[in-house]
């Protein structure tokens, strides 16, 4: 399988600001890497396809200046939320597609903006 | 439009007891359909996908493309058990995106 890291774990900014959010793929070259978005008790919601190389592909209904997504490389992709407000506090996961195309999911970033 | 449905949020059981999670889908070409299960303080991990059609950890899912449902059953449910299990769907085009049920927490009761 893949082993995902995310960084950091949890982020708390105030309104405004950006915030990073970082998502490693540790012992697998990932081509593509999904985020999602998870509130609370809720369902994950898919955001993006992040393409190494290549520019993302967002969902219906998702920002792209909001939510800048850029795969510089196999093991890394990043989410930067911009200029964030209250209501893009939010679980942020993001996941690999490792072998036997099975999708491997990062811990989670939790987001609070004040 | 892709869509899946797990109707219950929450399903409380006793230790022993049989288990039925639901989940149906909506789908118009042939999707790939799958289980996962997020323990307390875990990541989602996969638990098991139709096309494999395995037991794990003493969980199957059959798909039944009439009822269009991929229902996860175990016969004897564990404290362990207990988590969250989402249901989601993969579609015929290849891109590996995954469409997720609502989710649904499984409480088993010792």
């Known amino acids: 399988g893949a082993v995902v890291s995310q960084h950091p774990s949890r982020v708390i900014c105030k309104s405004g600001t950006s915030v990073k959010i970082e998502c490693r793929s540790l012992?697998?070259?990932?081509?593509?890497m999904f985020w999602y978005r998870q509130f609370p008790k809720q369902s994950l919601m898919l955001m993006a396809t992040s393409n190494e190389g290549s520019k993302a592909t967002y969902e219906q209904g998702v920002e792209k200046d909001k939510f800048l997504i850029n795969h510089a490389s196999l093991t890394l992709s990043t989410l930067t939320v911009t200029s964030a407000h209250p209501e893009d506090s939010s679980f942020y996961i993001c996941s690999v597609i490792g072998g036997s195309e099975t999708q491997y999911f990062g811990p989670g970033t939790r987001l609070l903006v004040l | 439009a892709q869509r899946v449905t797990q109707p219950e949020k929450l399903l409380s059981v006793f230790k022993g007891a049989p288990v039925e999670l639901k989940c149906n889908y909506s789908?118009?070409?042939?999707?790939?359909l799958f289980w996962y299960v997020q323990y307390s303080r875990q990541r989602l991990q996969l638990l098991l996908r139709?096309?494999s059609r395995e037991s794990i950890k003493g969980f199957t899912a059959d798909l039944n493309k009439g009822e269009t449902s991929f229902h996860l059953k175990k016969p004897f449910a564990q404290e362990e058990d207990s988590a969250m299990y989402y249901c989601?769907?993969?579609?015929?085009?290849?891109?590996?995106?995954?469409?997720f049920g609502q989710g649904t927490t499984l409480q088993v009761k010792p």
């Open positions: 139709h096309i």
């Open positions: 789908y118009s070409g042939s999707p790939e």
């Open positions: 989601a769907l993969s579609g015929s085009s290849n891109t590996g995106k995954l469409i």
């Open positions: 012992d697998f070259q990932a081509t593509t």
